[in-house]
């Protein structure tokens, strides 16, 4: 059975910083692309990121674009999101997704093939 396992969500205070992981099971993540979205309570599905196979093609939405990065190491069949300068508007829970193909729409869409269980972020003073 696939699974996806988030880690790294946490509280912090606005203007600060956390690094998400997710790191596949039963999957070669080296064959999928990866991304992230999130959920906050009472707001849709919005996707944040994704990364092709290698990193080569590598999408924001506008609402992270300068504050997160996303990145991947297919040898520890993981992925990550830097998280930087966080607001109150980033909390939600944070999931990570493959599929062989991924855009910030798809994300946002549920076009996706795995999912995590999720971590949670929350920004607050």
């Known amino acids: 059975q696939v699974q996806l396992a988030e880690s790294g969500g946490a509280l912090v205070h606005p203007g600060g910083s956390l690094r998400l992981s997710c790191t596949a099971s039963?999957?070669?993540?080296?064959?999928?692309?990866a991304g992230w979205f999130r959920q906050a309570p009472g707001k849709e599905r919005e996707g944040i990121s994704c990364i092709s196979q290698l990193g080569s093609r590598i999408e924001y939405a506008d609402s992270v674009k300068g504050r997160f990065t996303v990145s991947r190491d297919n040898a520890d069949n993981s992925v990550y999101l830097q998280m930087d300068n966080l607001n109150p508007d980033d909390t939600g829970v944070y999931f990570c997704?493959?599929?062989?193909?991924?855009?910030?729409?798809?994300?946002?869409?549920?076009?996706?093939?795995?999912r995590g269980q999720g971590t949670q972020v929350t920004v607050s003073s």
């Open positions: 997704v493959a599929a062989p193909i991924l855009t910030i729409i798809g994300l946002t869409r549920g076009m996706f093939d795995y």
């Open positions: 039963n999957i070669t993540l080296e064959s999928y692309a």
